[in-house]
Every structure is written in C-alpha cells, then in structure tokens.
C-alpha cells in the first residue's frame, strides 16, 4: 500500500519572486523617492524665498509707515539711503537688507514715497521689494 502525500505540484515555476522582479521593483521604488526627495528640497528653497520677501514686504511697510507719521515739511521728507537713519528697524539691519527710499513732489501739497528693499539671493542675485506710498497734505485728517 502506499503512503498518503500531500499534493504537491513540483510543476509550479510561479512560487515567489525572481531575482530581476526584486530589483526592478527596488529601482522603481528608488527613482520614486529620489523625486520626492527632491521636491522636499525644492520647497524648503521656496519657502525660504517667500519668507524672504514677505519680511522685506513687512520692513518696507514699516519704513512708509514711519514717513507716514512725518509732515510734509519736514527735513527728513528727503530722498536718502541712509542706513543708520532712524527709519530703518534695527531688526532689518541685522538681517542683510538695504533699504533705500525716494521722495518726489509730485505737486506741492504732496509726495510720492518709495520705498525699495533689496537683499542678495544665493550669495550673488539682487532681489528687491518696491512700495509706494502718496501722501496728500491734510489726508491725515482724512483718515
């Protein structure tokens, strides 16, 4: 009498994964993270330019909003780039900016102010935020 066996079929060739299946999927799988890798590195550059420009945004309304308490008349209602000038916020001059302003009569009850911050990008590229501001003499008692 024979032994009872199991079923076996020696005949299946499709028992696991071949040696190529293993390492096409592992570069498959390292192409996708090296592009994701990537992307991270992409927006950590981007979000580092957008905070730059939104402090230089923030210290350039700082700057007009301090011509914005000064009358018309007033000596330092003058174009300067001054960089000890009392405008300027100690914290933007710690942080690399150079502010530079304009002040032009565009008829003689008002001025034009412009006020433009710039900062080097990757050590060399000049970047630069520009704000303008029209002051009228008497809009304060507009406001």
Do not use: C
Not at 107 to 136: D, H, P, Q
């Amino acid at each position: 009498m024979k032994a009872y066996r199991p079923h076996q079929d020696h005949g299946n060739k499709e028992a696991g994964f071949t040696l190529i299946e293993v390492i096409v999927s592992i570069s498959i799988l390292a192409i996708g993270l090296l592009a994701m890798a990537n992307m991270h590195v992409m927006a950590i550059h981007t979000n580092a330019k957008a905070r730059r420009i939104t402090e230089s945004t923030a210290q350039a309304q700082a700057v007009l909003e301090e011509f914005m308490k000064i009358p018309l008349d007033s000596p330092l209602m003058v174009s300067v780039s001054d960089p000890d000038s009392p405008l300027i916020p100690d914290s933007m001059k710690r942080r690399g900016y150079d502010v530079t302003w304009g002040v032009s009569q565009p008829n003689a009850n008002s001025r034009l102010i412009t006020v433009t911050v710039a900062w080097k990008e990757m050590g060399f590229m000049t970047k630069r935020t520009r704000l303008s501001y029209l002051t009228v003499s008497g809009a304060a008692d507009a406001r």
